[in-house]
C-alpha cells in the first residue's frame, strides 16, 4: 500500500501563493500522482495530475494558467504551486496516487481512478 503525505498548506491572502508537496512512500514509473481539492459541502474536485514517467500533465480547464503541478522522482515527491489564490481555492486538497495510469485514464480527471489518498491539507485563502 502507497503512503502519500501533503504538506505546505496553510492561510494565504487573496492574490498570494503556496506550494503543496505530496510525498510518496513509493512509485512506479508507470504511475501518476493527481491533486483534488474539496471545499464544505462540495464534492471532491480534480485540480492537477502528472505521470512519473515522462512527465505528462493534465489539468483543470478553469485552473490551467494559476496552478503548476511538477515533480522530483529523486524525492517521490509532486508538488502544487498554486498563484494568485482566491478565496474560492479555499479547501482541504488532497494527492492521490495509482500505478499502471494510462494516459486515457488520466484525461477523465476522475477521483475514482485514484488507489491511494493522502489525509489532505487545509489551503485558506481570506479576501
Known amino acids: 500500500q502507497v503512503q502519500l503525505v501533503e504538506s505546505g498548506g496553510g492561510t494565504v491572502q487573496s492574490g498570494g501563493s503556496l506550494r503543496l508537496s505530496c510525498t510518496a512512500s513509493s512509485r512506479t514509473n508507470s504511475g501518476a500522482v493527481g491533486w483534488f481539492r474539496q471545499a464544505p459541502g462540495k464534492e471532491r474536485e480534480f485540480v492537477a495530475a502528472?505521470?512519473?514517467?515522462?512527465?505528462?500533465?493534465v489539468y483543470a480547464e478553469t485552473l490551467k494558467g494559476r496552478f503548476t503541478i511538477s515533480k522530483n522522482n529523486a524525492l517521490n515527491t509532486v508538488y502544487l504551486q498554486m498563484n494568485s489564490l482566491k478565496p474560492e481555492d479555499t479547501a482541504v486538497y488532497y494527492c492521490a496516487g495509482r500505478s499502471g495510469m494510462i494516459l486515457s485514464t488520466m484525461w477523465n480527471r476522475s477521483p475514482d481512478d485514484y488507489y491511494n489518498w493522502g489525509q489532505g491539507t487545509q489551503v485558506t485563502v481570506s479576501s
Open positions: 502528472i505521470r512519473w514517467s515522462g512527465g505528462t500533465t
